[in-house]
């Protein structure tokens, strides 16, 4: 996540949408009192700063185990966070910053996101879930799949963000966002792409059955941004 004050910016970090990348450019143009979380696994010359802090954590709650979460978080200190959805992080900021400043996160279409989701579980051994054996239908099969939409979407499955930046068009989309609020922006790092070491398209690596499960599990997120297979 990162917060500049100086252009007025809230980025909200999405799983497998290039959001550590992201966050590496951005960081270069935060002032000192700008909010840049940690990221996981650490990478050289990243700097995190204005994270940490106390927050009402009544704030934002859906049920028991959202305010035991807030509990925990608000003790350590953990007031923002690498992937901390969108409606604590509104919960936990003054809302006018909230509500002024111009809210964005990265989407990308489910098959290609699954796909490079599924290949972090394989190769990433830093994950809790690294599993080098780890099949594509037993991957889908568990159940722990790459949504999206709880990081910028409230209860009710609507965004809490004024923006959706897309994957498939990212630079360009990154581009036209920086130029509108005077960010420099010089084209983004590499960082974590050799977790997908299997370059084909989705279409030439997907079965039917497959594409049908993951559009099955991704309804929200298909009719909220049209994704066609």
Known sequence: MIVSHRYRLIFIKTL???GTSIELELSRHCGPTDIITPIFPKIDGHVSQNWRGVFPPWREVRSAADLRKNVRECVRR??????IPARFAKARMPPKIWISYLKVCVERNPW?????HYHMFRNAAWHRHHDPELTLDRYLANGILCHNAPFYCDASGKPLVDRVLRFDRLNDDLAELCDEIGLPFGGLPHAKGDLRRDGRKYKDVLTEKQASEIARAFTHEIALHGWEY
């Not at 953990?78 to 992937?83: S, T």
């Open 16 to 18: 497998k949408s290039a």
């Open 112 to 116: 290609d996101k699954t796909l490079s």
């Open 78 to 83: 953990d007031r923002f966070y690498n992937h």
